[in-house]
């Protein structure tokens, strides 16, 4: 079966305000702070206390590193075309992927202010890498490709006057 042309397409990935120069910088801050703070409490005479900040530096480093990778490899695609209406999101390793009828679909905002498309008992977030006002956004243009598509114009040159 041919694939149909897609009707409203969306993309979305988190935002990575922190390139690989900035990750070095930060962490090189903080490995330069620890080795000040440790030296000092070293030469106090309270290095426990330099063991317990490095695992508390390493510790941030690393979650620092696990972020960076996971929203590097993170993305959402909401995609409407004939027959059908499309949300494909991966998150680092885990990947979700459903799929609505669009006459039946529906979108609605849930108690905490998230965008979710619904069909019976079943729904699913989009947006989630949206602030709000885009997610308000990404809702009126996908609710506009969803009218369009349930309330087609049909030009019948036989109706016309003339």
Known sequence: MPHSPALFEA???????????????????????????????????????????????????????????????????????????????????????????PFWARLAWDGEGRLVVRHRARSVEIGRFLPPEEKRALEAGLAAALRRYREPVFDNPQLRDG
């Open 11 to 101: 993309r979305s990935a988190p935002l990575l305000s922190m390139d690989e120069r900035g990750f070095r910088l930060v962490a090189g801050l903080l490995l330069l702070g620890f080795t000040f703070g440790g030296t000092v409490c070293t030469l106090m005479g309270a290095w426990p206390v330099t063991v317990f900040a490095g695992v508390e530096v390493a510790l941030v480093i690393l979650l620092l590193a696990t972020y960076r990778t996971r929203a590097a490899t993170s993305a959402e695609l909401v995609m409407l075309t004939e027959g059908r209406l499309l949300v494909r999101r991966r998150e680092g390793r885990r990947q979700m992927q459903a799929e609505f009828d």
